[in-house]
């Protein structure tokens, strides 16, 4: 029997769901010794039924009897795409599917929530799903999804090679990875004694004086440089539909952190915000003036605790430990 897993291409360099479905791919083929199966993210809207089914049969051509495929999911074409292919498994027999919950678009966007039920269809096809909260799955659940079995895998891996002979400082800098179109707090921050320090692409709004903008950055050098600028990593939104959708699903900036060995700033509501309580991986607060005063304040030594807890964490994000599949 061969476990397969789907990877994702086609979407932008930038894309960090791209980014997130490559590196789990990556873990489960090197170290699990899955076989991929490569999507391509295109405009399927007009494409003819039978150039679609052609398609499908390219894909999964090395699929066979009796075996497992993880379905990263979404593949980011449409959810009437995605019900296409996991119906194109139906070929054979034996087949076990597995859906990874990575996004849910419809709750991402309030424009999509009318596909909700076409997602949970798409889940309900499913002989195992992976979720990244109890939380979530019991809002599926309340919304027609079948009672199935499940694994709860709380957050990213993000596989990385970074110097850990450099210590991050207790610079009282705040690091946001993110576009700062989708966040106003970053065009309205206002601290002269804390400054924001964005990696994100460039905007028409990023004239603010408080803001230290560093331009977008590839994943190995965005790392480096968040280690070597120390500080602190925020994960934050004031938008209350992402801030719900955060309280249930796994972000992949919370690891991107980590990996970098800085520690995090997370509102109370997200969902590993218990985890970094627990762990003493950084700061839960209710809003960026607490934080900003923590930051300010925190003593060299209070710092260096926390960095210890950190690197030990984030070496098993950087080794492709949470994979939940193994």
Not at 211 to 223: F, R
Not at 250 to 258: E, H, P, W
Request: charge should be negative; aromatic fraction near 12%.
């Amino acid at each position: 029997m061969t476990v397969h897993i789907t990877n994702l291409y086609g979407m932008d360099s930038h894309s960090v769901a791209q980014i997130a479905q490559n590196m789990v791919a990556k873990i489960g083929c090197q170290d699990l010794n899955f076989n991929e199966l490569g999507i391509y993210m295109y405009n399927s809207e007009n494409e003819p039924v039978n150039e679609t089914n052609a398609r499908f049969d390219g894909i999964i051509a090395s699929v066979a009897n009796g075996d497992t495929v993880i379905f990263q999911s979404p593949t980011w074409n449409t959810i009437k795409w995605d019900n296409q292919f996991i119906d194109h498994f139906k070929l054979y027999s034996g087949i076990k599917i597995i859906i990874f919950i990575e996004d849910i678009p419809p709750l991402m966007f309030d424009t999509n929530r009318y596909l909700l039920p076409q997602f949970i269809d798409f889940y309900n096809k499913a002989d195992l799903l992976i979720v990244p909260s109890v939380k979530m799955l019991n809002f599926l659940k309340e919304n027609g999804l079948k009672d199935k079995n499940y694994v709860v895998q709380k957050m990213w891996n993000h596989l990385s090679n970074i110097d850990c002979s450099i210590i991050p400082n207790n610079t009282h800098i705040i690091n946001f990875t993110g576009n700062p179109d989708k966040f106003s707090f970053v065009t309205k921050w206002n601290n002269d004694d804390v400054k924001l320090q964005l990696f994100g692409k460039e905007s028409n709004e990023n004239n603010n004086p408080q803001v230290k903008y560093m331009g977008w950055q590839n994943d190995v050098i965005l790392l480096n440089n968040l280690r070597k600028s120390g500080g602190w990593g925020l994960v934050w939104t004031e938008d209350p539909v992402t801030k719900e959708y955060m309280s249930m699903d796994a972000t992949f900036k919370f690891s991107t952190y980590l990996a970098a060995g800085i520690p995090v700033i997370v509102h109370h509501s997200l969902q590993t915000s218990d985890l970094v309580a627990k762990k003493h991986l950084g700061i839960v607060v209710d809003n960026l003036e607490e934080a900003s005063n923590i930051v300010k304040n925190i003593s060299d030594s209070q710092y260096q605790e926390i960095i210890q807890n950190v690197n030990s964490f984030g070496t098993l994000i950087r080794n492709g430990y949470f994979v939940s599949v193994k």
